[in-house]
């Protein structure tokens, strides 16, 4: 700023003479209030200043400072000799002034040093903070500036005291003149140097101590808290957001300031008798709300009455929501309450371990609990600017769960502050508990107000040229506003520019709005902060990247972002009217949000200092890109070391606080919101060059970082803003290419995201692998990162469409649901799980609601959406009925019992909602989930299936039946909402032989009808739908030949228009007229039955999804068929749903991940029909064997054959067994000279395994099963086959039948499992479904058997002889392993029980010690059996060769290893919780899986496992 300050000298004299002038003619100020203020100023403002002599103060100041020189030169620390320098500056300043007050150059001098000695003062309080400060580079410089300063002092006693004498009064004349021409300059310019000196030394001085501070709070915080992953501010660390959480940086009140209501809040704090538990603290912006709760929360601190606190803040992500609101308030009661420290840090452990806790059971656990256990006294929870939390609906849930629960805490008080915005109103007006909702800060009546006037008479009553006439001026201008005088101190604290500062307050009019008077004040600190016209581009390139940033950036960041503007800490200092933080690292915070509308409003208001969001948003994403391309790069925290295996990330300690070290704030920052800033731009060419470049070279490494940092949320977030952007670039004609790949950018980190989160290295591993082969995108990393994956096989390359793969149920997905707005859809599958997506971003909003194995969530009385969309309700069994929100699935209340599939509907009034449990209708508060004041019962033996509100909220319609009658007959009835009166009812068709099933009741708009769908026992038969009165319950039409399937509403009606449309048998769609259900067209061309049906919002067009994987768009009026809004096929569907907007489609299909497709800008499908036979889970299983280097996989198909792989050349296809029939169980000969297979024939088949040549068959018995199995004995000599409940051994050579076993049941789950030949040939072992276990003498005339009957197994049973001793024979019955000695009976000589959960192969050591179950080896040579615990396993497994037993399995969505022990790779989200016994096989280091499509994927782990063992 130097060289900016000096252009200026000419402009600045003309001011500094007026500003003399002003100054000499300062009243004298009374004091009509009490002052507590001390300093040297208000010694110079009093009436009757002492006289002395000017040359004399300065000499004696000169040589005073030479002493500071030399107490500096020897001090141990550096606060000691800064406070002297302060109070010696204060006098210097104060003795020039009175020497020169004339002199152009030395005020210019004058106001320089009062510059300096304000930041000297800000490094005084920063240094107060921290300790024992001791630093030689600074101690020096410090020294080096004082005595700069003492040369100043001296050159002033020696021009003053040429005064005292005339003789050399022309001397005195020219040593002034040559002093300002030649000597000012001089000395300015060593002040300055002098102060950079000093200035670059403190700041890295108290910015290593700060961030050693720093580094111990982050250190107190993980001892005492553990954080959630998504939860934490975005550059991981806890401590500098905890502080704005907690306050730590908010003014208190001054002295003397806010007595009324300070006064009002410790009266009702201190009232026993009330059972006003809350205080409201309301009023508008900027009257002081934040500054009276820091200082209550102070006071009550110091008093050991506060629990809590916790300030909402648009300055931090984690204070703008109440996702970390009851663990930080916890761990402050924690600190303030030490007697509940150990209590509170277990329950947060507690609450962090359980899956889902939702709000109000933590404020319960967390919170009201711990305090309710305190036995003295009250304590407070201070909850300030509620407003600033972003989320209605969380501001709703806080408020509603402290009245809930604060009566049971009788001993807590509640102070909470906030503007008084609807919703929160809403809630406290209607509370008894609630207290001071009608104290007014702000009184705008009173043209002068007393807490205004202390307030700015202690601020502004030590700096100079600040009179008691300008602080009343200011006073009398704010209007009552704290906002207007506390801009305007900061405004005269931080400036230089005072007078110019009053001038302009002066001028304000006293009937300008509040709103005006803030406008210019804030164009002032503008125009005063901008010296040099010149550098205004330099100024306002600062305040976009202020305004611009998604969360507080500190002035080191924005340095690091503009490195060719080297003023920015200067601007930050010089807006300190507008802006909070004197510290480079700290992050700067807009004192108020007024500042930010006028920045961001127009240019008349702005008057030349308007900020454009996209011009501000481009230039943040041009620093945070250049920014990665020089800090992202392989290797970034040197994390993947070649000697251990790809981790997850918990299994590194250590992580967050690695990153902290090895990153900028600047890098966090912009790894964070590149992306958001992108796709806020105006996305120009050069731009979107730049982002495809960091893309297409940096990808992967930005993902690894996000991955460990926790904040693969903000990726999927970036990404998914940027591709809507590149959506519309393609139909700007952008390059598609590029567009691609943003598209697969965002689709990688979407379908892989459950392994990125996970493990961050996997993203070059197997994330890496599943990737198109042709993407633009992908190419490039597949060839850099080529040696970090596993060899991986399969039938297919992978194909990305343009829709987005939501992956995370292991069942079959059956009901899809979007939210009115389209920006939500649930899943639920099977098992009972509910996931909620943004559909947005592709990611979950919330976490997945597990129900419980099997238990289904019905869409019929299940999930739907409240009419606004803010929440959806479920039931589940056992738990009952659940009401959440939808922006996060977080509960609106505790869930209420609820039965089992009992219909419920939301109102349209979102006041309410309606159940029915049996025959009884009840109205319940949607808010407080509390039963409402109705209840009325439908009528002796009535069962309810089905409620709906028409969207007036006039009338209930109830569909049900009389149990003794629910075969036959059913009824509706009408009932009035606002009495609960029943107005009509009417009965349903009978229909013979077949129960009634119900499959939707849906209205017209205009409430004038409503349509059912009934199925007639089955979906295979034709269906009815019967349009009805809603008022009288009149049937209009009886609509035959509806094809109707459960969980969706067979009739659709039209929302602006006359029509409404259902499917038909014939697979064509009616349109009928919504009053008289007359027939108005039928629209013909899908090939297979349609299975939904959506009007587009204008009304105009209809679009119908068909089993024959198309989604066909029609023109309503004519029937004619337009352009569909998604090219290509579908796929296979199940279920699908489209949002009403038409915005987005969802569908599934069994085994397949949710398909969500963005249809904005046009969406595309696949390019042919999905195989209709694809993804039916029981066509497919991988059934295997090996031979030598060798796997043979299976896909087993009716008409497929079997494939082989050869896993040593990397040919996919070896060749295919010749078979039409289904392909049970194949195995290889030991030899390695035949291949076996049982068919579905059933034959057991045998080929020559080197030509394929078919060699001989042997019938295997009757089979009701595809089940069964093969296997040779160890010598090849014999092969043993089972199926169904029959069992054969064969000689291969002579076919001579060794064994034939049938089992005496008859029925279906009957079976016989043949699992093993002694290495003698002399026994066979088998289990059969009783759990007996057999061990027959393979004679073919006696076959004698020996048998044990075990308890009941659920386990798949397998066994195994000893391959030392024939007559040793393990088996498997889960939990139990058992061995047993053949003789005359089975004698048990051993067992051990096998870890829950465990699933492998069982297999003994070629020596015959060692005994194998999956990853687990015990020796079992002795008396009792010993678990193998080494590093490596026994040598002797190794032996076997051909039948090595394998130690991978799979465990919690991995393919893990027990020899080394840990995690190898990942399994895909959507292969996982496959059901292992038919989806997975592992052979040695190998192991196939079935992917969605009933596809085998092989992965080779040998490469892996080789170099961890290094």
Known sequence: MKALFRKNQKKKQKKATESSHQVSTEPVEPHPLPSTSTSITTQQAAPHPQPSKPHEDASELSEQFFSIVKEISEATDLLSPLKSACALMIRGIQAMRAAHGNTVAWIELCEQLEHHLVQLEAHRSELQKIPSIKNDGCLKALEYYFSVITEVIKNASWAISGEESKIISSIKHSSVAQTEKEEMGRYQTMMENAWQAYSIEMKRLITLKVKEVGDQLEEYEKAHTRATPGQLPEDGVVGPDSKIAYGDRIDLCEEGTRVEVLDAIRTWATDYESNSQIFWLNDAAGTGKSTIAATIANEWSLNNRLAGRFFFSPNSRITQTTKEFCRLVSNDIAKNQPSLTKTIQDEIQLVLSEEHVWFEVQLQRLIIDPVRTLEDGRVFIVVDALDNCVLSEERRGLLNAFIQHLPSAPRLKLLLTSRPVQDISDVLTLSPLVHGSDLQLLNVRHSYHRDIHIFVDKRLSNIPKISYEHRKMIIEKSGGLFLYAATVCRMLEKGRHRLDTLKIISDIGSTDKLERRMDILYLSVLKQALIDKDAGDMMMSVLSMIIAAYQPISSNTISRFLPNNTYVEDFVQDLGGVLKDGHPDRPIKVLHPTFREFILSDEDRANG?????????????????????????????????????????????GVDRLIQKSTTAAERYASAFWAH??????????????????????????????????????????????????????????????????????????????????????????????????????????????????????????????????????????????????????????????????????????????????????????????????????????????????????????????????????????????????????????????????????????????????????MIVIVGCHEEEKITRGQILLWRLSTFQQVASCELPRVPHYPLDYVGTSFSPDSGRFAIGIIHGTESIPGTAILYDAKTGKEIEVMQGVHLRARWTPVVFCPLSRYLAHNSWKFSIVIREQKTGETISILYGHKDSIIHLSFSPDSKRLASVSSDQTLRVWNVETGEALNTILSGYTGIVRYCALSL????????????????????????????????????????????AAYMDSIVAIRSQTDAGAMLWDTSTGTNRVHTLPTRDYVVSVAFSPNGEMIAAVLSAPILRIWDAKTFAYTKDFEVGITRHRDGGVFFSPDSTLIGAYHTASATVWDVKTEQIMLLYSSSALYD???????????????????????????????PITNRSVQVTLSKHRSEPSAAFSPTDPSLLAVTLLPDIMLWRVAEELQLIMKIEAPKGLYGKLSFSYDGQYLAYGPLVWDVSTTSPVLYAEDLPPTSFNAIGLQAHSFLFYKDGWICSAFPQGSLLPVPSELQGLEMTRHWYAFGEKVIFMNQFGEPILVDLSSILAQARQ
Not at 619 to 624: E, G, K, V
Not at 782 to 811: C, F, N
Not at 1169 to 1184: F, L, R, V
């Open 677 to 954: 800033h992108v796709a806020a731009s105006d996305m120009s060419p050069d731009l979107w060059s730049r982002v495809t470049k960091l893309l297409s070279q940096k990808y992967l490494n930005w993902v690894e970082l996000m991955s460990w940092r926790g904040s693969i949320g903000l990726c999927i977030e970036g990404l998914s803003r940027l591709r809507r952007i590149s959506n519309n670039q393609i139909n700007s004609n952008r390059d598609s290419q590029d567009s691609l790949i943003v598209r697969h950018a965002h689709q990688f980190v979407v379908q892989h995201q459950s392994i990125i989160i996970e493990s961050a290295l996997q993203t070059y591993c197997m994330a890496l692998f599943f990737t198109p082969r042709d993407s633009p995108l992908f190419i490039g990393y597949r060839e850099r990162y080529r040696d970090r994956q596993p060899k991986i096989m399969t039938p297919s390359s992978v194909e990305w469409e343009s829709h987005i793969a939501l992956g995370g149920h292991s069942s079959i997905v059956y009901q899809l649901i979007f939210s009115p707005d389209g920006s939500r859809l649930i899943s639920i599958d099977q098992e009972g799980i509910l996931q909620l997506w943004n559909t947005e971003t592709g990611s979950l909003a919330g976490k997945p609601f597990r129900g419980g194995k099997k238990s289904d969530i019905p869409v019929t009385g299940g999930c739907k959406f409240s009419v606004d969309g803010q929440q959806f309700g479920f039931w589940n069994d056992p738990s009952g009925l659940h009401i959440r929100y939808s922006y996060n699935g977080e509960p609106v209340f505790p869930p209420l019992p609820w039965p089992a599939a009992w219909p419920f509907t939301f109102s349209s009034t979102l006041s309410h909602f309606i159940g029915a449990k049996d025959s009884s209708i009840t109205q319940w508060d949607i808010k407080h989930g509390m039963e409402a004041q109705k209840t009325r019962h439908a009528g002796a033996g009535f069962k309810c299936d089905e409620v709906a509100i028409s969207p007036d909220d006039d």
């Open 609 to 653: 200092f308007l900020l454009h969001p996209a011009q501000s948003a481009a230039a943040m994403a041009y620093a945070c890109i250049s920014t990665l391309e020089h800090m992202l790069g392989d290797g970034l925290f040197q994390l993947d070391k070649p000697d251990r295996l790809l981790a997850r990330n918990d299994d590194i300690e």
């Open 1141 to 1184: 907007d038409w915005d987005h489609f969802a569908s599934t299909a069994p085994l397949h991940p949710i398909r969500l497709y963005d249809m904005r800008g046009g969406a595309s499908g696949r390019d042919s029909a999905e195989p209709a036979n694809n993804g039916g889970m029981g066509d497919y299983a991988i059934i295997g």
């Open 1309 to 1339: 789950y009957d079976f016989v499992k043949l699992c093993a030949i002694s290495s003698d040939n002399s026994r066979a072992t088998g289990v059969d479904h009783r759990s007996l276990v057999l061990v027959w003498d393979l004679d």
